[in-house]
């Protein structure tokens, strides 16, 4: 099963069979409660937790869902900007399953690090990576903050005026402005966690999407040091890892990489290429997943459909039985 989220009108999550059949479809609602701007999705299968990014301007919350199969009720805010200001019109988060949670978020153009409490029903914010108080003593960052912006004072984003600044090339993210509209226009987006087995030892990874500098950055989340970045890429988006690939969605392709290893000196160079897809998406890809059977799915969110390919990358078909009501933004595939 599937778990959708939407980029314009569709207020709740829907889901979809592995067939591609929209499930309830007379009352699709999986969430007891509807949002603005639903984005990334996260499923802690050991409590039943679904983690729900709203990223609308007047909620940017993540909440936090219990339930099952196609029903969860909401439980919790499990971080809003109540509790930590950086939360601003957040797009993605991930999990380390050590307790803490990565959020990404556009208008403040930062990722913030967020412990999880006990019962998993509320986050609150680390202490400012340590690499950044490090290279900035006196510098004054957003409450969490493990990955910085490269500009600070954001169009509708007060809380950054006078917030520092981090060079891009020290792993401050990039940020493009909509003058005319006096907002931010392309900034951080995805977020994925990778635990890396390396000579036995297992070393922590994450992955950035830095849209707007056309790269993804990666970086150490235990002291938020930038430890690699990618080739450039054409608008890059959207994440995903598996079986020791990290794909990403850019423009009308899908790309992907090796995980790397940051740490062997003797690693190649960190490059992204196409996916040979068959036939090729004709639209912006945004979210990616596999399902139980090996099959990929991309999801084009600009045509209001998701291609399902087989594990070859081959044979691509629309996967939906009826047209999506609305642009897919986030993919989530769910076992049992």
């Known amino acids: ?5 939407f980029h314009q009108t569709i207020s709740n999550v829907y889901a979809y069979d592995d067939d591609g059949n929209l499930l309830n479809p007379q009352s699709p609602n999986v969430l007891n409660k509807d949002g603005d701007e639903l984005r990334g999705l996260y499923l802690e299968t050991n409590t039943g937790y679904l983690y729900v990014v709203e990223g609308g301007k007047k909620a940017s919350k993540v909440h936090c869902y219990q339930g099952a199969d196609t029903n969860y009720k909401q439980l919790s805010d499990f971080i809003s900007p109540k509790h930590d200001n950086a939360i601003d019109h957040p797009f993605a988060l991930a999990f380390d399953g050590q307790g803490n949670c990565y959020v990404s978020n556009q208008d403040t153009n930062v990722v913030v690090a967020l412990s999880i409490s006990n019962d998993g029903r509320k986050g609150a914010p680390e202490a400012v990576a340590a690499y950044l108080t490090a290279l900035y003593p006196k ?24 917030v520092q600044a981090v060079k891009k090339e020290l792993g401050g993210l990039a940020v493009e402005l909509n003058t005319k509209k006096d907002k931010v226009q392309n900034s951080v987006r995805d977020v994925a966690f990778y635990n890396l087995d390396y000579n036995g030892a297992i070393l922590p990874l994450l992955f950035v999407v830095d849209e707007a500098a056309g790269l993804v950055r990666l970086y150490d989340p235990r002291t938020g040091q930038l430890l ?8 890059p988006v959207h994440l995903l890892i598996a079986d020791d690939t990290i794909y990403v969605g850019a423009g009308d392709q899908v790309l992907s990489s090796p995980v790397p290893n940051p740490y062997d000196p003797n690693a190649p160079v960190w490059v992204f ?59 989530l595939y769910v076992t049992g």
């Open 273 to 331: 290429t196409p996916l040979a897809l068959s036939p090729a998406p004709t639209g912006a890809v945004s979210s990616m997943a596999f399902d139980s059977k090996g099959n990929f799915h991309v999801a084009v969110r600009t045509k209001n459909l998701v291609i399902k390919y087989d594990a070859k990358f081959n044979n691509g078909v629309n996967w939906v039985s009826t047209p999506m009501p609305d642009n897919p933004e986030f993919l």
């Open 1 to 5: 099963m599937f778990f959708v989220t």
């Open 139 to 162: 510098g004054t960052f957003l409450p969490g903050t493990l990955v910085a912006s490269a500009q600070s004072d954001l169009p509708n984003a007060p809380q950054t005026k006078g």
């Open 228 to 235: 690699r970045s990618s080739n450039p890429l054409t608008a």
